[in-house]
């Protein structure tokens, strides 16, 4: 599949062809029953461009516009994310985003009309707040740690080889996961540890039979994203109507194999949600 889908032009609506049949049955339904649909998005790398401090990563600006004008006019509106819940509304910032639900901590997490559901503490995440220090010692200049409360992840975007940094502390890093009963989740320069138990797939799917949706849309960027293709898929396979987008990226090539519909990174996920938005007012 190619990189940026272009091949199969755009409908008169302006809303890119997806490439598979069963993209296009997808985004069908979605567009005659909207009320039934659901609408997943993941965040970095999907609604906000990389940037390497993620203190700073806000949404793209037509971002917002766009998910003000879907919301009320789709039986569901998710961001799910890596990130806290409550970190995504105030990025964003989407916290006027009336049907906007977001799922954080890889679905461990709820916001939802500014009120916040979280699980208790795991132990785990403590003991490795308390041993990191000393483990990153010796690790290249640029390493990040970002402590999240509930997981704790270590960037390596601001290293002079990103890629290289990653690759070194894996070992130790993994070591680490497996002696505090956490797991370890990779992503773009970027290694976590968090609790185990929940994907965004399993958020995704949570999130479809708790609205009683019958038809998906689901747009992501990273390797934490492949479990949410997954839960489409599987939708797909019991017959409800689905389409995966993959924000498109050099960094991460996975994927845009996996997809219906590929486009130029967050500014392309932006475009085909204003383009759906315009398609769902007419
Ligand atoms: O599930 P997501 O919404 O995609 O969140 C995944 C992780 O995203 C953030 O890290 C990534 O974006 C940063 C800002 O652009 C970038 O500096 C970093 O290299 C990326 O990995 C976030 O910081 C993590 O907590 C999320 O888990």
């Known amino acids: 599949m190619s990189t940026v889908s272009t091949s199969t032009g755009d409908l008169p609506s302006g809303l890119p062809v997806p490439e598979t ?32 401090d ?6 793209h600006p037509r971002a917002a516009p766009a998910l003000r004008h879907l919301s009320g006019r789709l039986g569901g509106l998710a ?11 105030r990025l964003g910032p989407f916290e006027d985003i009336p049907s906007l639900v977001v799922l954080g901590a890889y679905g461990n997490q709820r916001w939802q009309h500014g009120q916040l559901t979280l699980p208790a503490d795991d132990p785990g995440i403590a003991q490795v707040r308390a041993e990191l220090p000393t483990i990153l010692a ?23 080889d990103p890629a290289a940094a990653l690759a070194a502390l894996r ?12 797991l370890i ?9 968090r609790p185990g ?38 939708l797909r396979e019991q017959g409800m109507p689905g389409l995966c987008v993959c924000s498109g990226s050099a960094e991460v090539t996975a994927l845009a194999s996996r997809a219906d519909l590929v486009v130029d990174g967050p500014a392309g996920v932006v475009a085909l949600l204003s383009a759906l938005a315009a398609a769902l007012s007419s």
């Open 21 to 52: 049949e069963a993209g296009r049955r997808g985004l069908s339904h979605i567009r005659a029953d909207p009320s039934r649909a659901v609408v997943a998005l993941d965040y970095d790398g999907t609604l906000a461009p990389i940037v390497t």
């Open 54 to 59: 993620p203190g700073q990563a806000q949404a």
């Open 79 to 89: 961001i799910i994310t890596g990130r806290p819940a409550a970190d995504v509304p």
């Open 138 to 160: 010796g690790a290249p200049s640029g390493t990040h740690l970002e402590d999240k409360g509930q997981a704790i992840a270590v960037h390596t975007r601001g290293c002079a």
């Open 171 to 182: 070992p130790v890093l993994t070591d680490l996961a497996e002696r505090t009963g956490l």
């Open 185 to 193: 989740e990779p992503g773009r320069m970027v290694l976590e540890l």
């Open 197 to 234: 138990g929940m994907d965004k797939g399993a958020a995704l799917r949570g999130l479809v039979a708790e609205l009683g949706a019958t038809s998906v849309l689901y747009a992501g960027d990273d390797l934490g994203d492949i479990a949410a293709f997954d839960a489409v898929d599987t």
